[in-house]
């Protein structure tokens, strides 16, 4: 059997949104266009069906009986129309998630974020900063940065680079206690960032004397950061409250731009490195990949050892 016509989608469109809303003016709102251009589309569908739909009053609109036995099939079908839409048009692109510690995001990942942006400035990403380790989940993180021995089983990572501590100062404070060799130490009020010692007893002030060969009675002074807390340890030291065994990777731009400066060696070796991570399989999606790869070039100029002033034993 034939389908009968049906009446423009335009006035059941006015129609749908009159009935939902109980008023002309919201539903002209709602579809943006006048009050009166509400009216002619539903006196037009009124004439084509023959019926009157709504009582109107002065400031008031009401369905009829006709109007409520057309209105929620007429609102049913637009919701299904609205769905069916909705399943084929491009998604937007969701922001990449991406975690880490608040060190690694204030001291490595913000400085460089803009050369990422430049390279793609269609992809979003949001960050996160977490103290622990995270989980991989429905909503969990797409990718992580961990500082760590080991990623994880079942995980896809890619090493970024080691890390070692250094010692480094301001040259305010190098000229002024005049630092020219490890012995000179014993001058110099010294930052400690106990983030390190997670990973070894000797990842400290002592583990630094003890390779200097020089007295660990000393290196018990000065300030102390705890847990989650080497971005401020660096902080501390570019204005000029002591020599902070820092580890370089987080310290690299003050190297860089010459507000922290390694007066002497040695280097201690912490044998820990920073991975960027994912759930395995995830590595080949666009986004991710995008990411893990940037990452993996924007570390690559910390593994050539530069920034010591010669080698880093």
Avoid at 47 to 57: C, E, N, Q, S, Y
Avoid at 276 to 294: H, L, M, Y
């Amino acid at each position: 059997m034939p389908f009968r016509r049906l009446p423009a989608l335009s006035s059941l469109r006015a129609f749908e949104a009159a009935a939902r809303l109980s008023s002309f003016k919201d539903a002209a709102a709602e579809l943006a266009v006048t009050p009166g251009a509400v009216s002619q589309q539903i006196r037009a569908l009124e004439d084509d069906l023959g019926v009157k739909l709504f009582t109107r009053a002065v400031r008031a609109v009401a369905l009829t009986e006709a109007g409520q036995s057309l209105q929620p099939a007429v609102s049913s079908a637009f919701l299904q129309l609205r769905d069916a839409v909705d399943q084929v048009r491009p998604k937007a692109t969701q922001p990449l998630r991406v975690e880490s510690s608040g060190p690694i995001i204030r001291k490595w990942l913000l400085p460089r974020l803009h050369r990422f942006a430049e390279r793609y400035p269609e992809l979003p990403v949001s960050f996160e900063t977490v103290s622990q380790i995270t989980t991989f989940g429905k909503d969990g993180p797409d990718v992580v940065i961990r500082f760590t021995r080991a990623p994880g089983e079942g995980l896809f990572a890619v090493k970024l680079c080691e890390d070692y501590l250094v010692p480094l100062a301001s040259p305010d404070l190098i000229a002024q206690l005049d630092l020219k060799c490890s012995t000179d130490i014993v001058r110099a009020p010294l930052v400690h960032d106990s983030s390190a010692e997670v990973f070894g007893q000797n990842l400290n002030w002592s583990g630094w004397f003890s390779r200097a060969g020089l007295d660990t009675a000393g290196a018990q002074r000065g300030m102390r950061f705890e847990r989650q807390a080497a971005d401020h340890a660096i902080d501390a030291a570019v204005n000029g409250a002591g020599v902070v065994l820092a580890r370089r990777f987080l310290a690299r731009n003050e190297m860089l731009d010459g507000r922290l400066v390694m007066p002497f060696g040695p280097v201690l070796p912490m044998h820990v490195s920073y991975f960027v991570i994912c759930q395995k399989g995830d590595e080949t999606r666009p986004e991710i990949a995008s990411f893990i790869n940037w990452s993996r070039e924007e570390a690559a100029v910390l593994e050539d050892g530069a920034g010591f002033g010669g080698a880093i034993t």
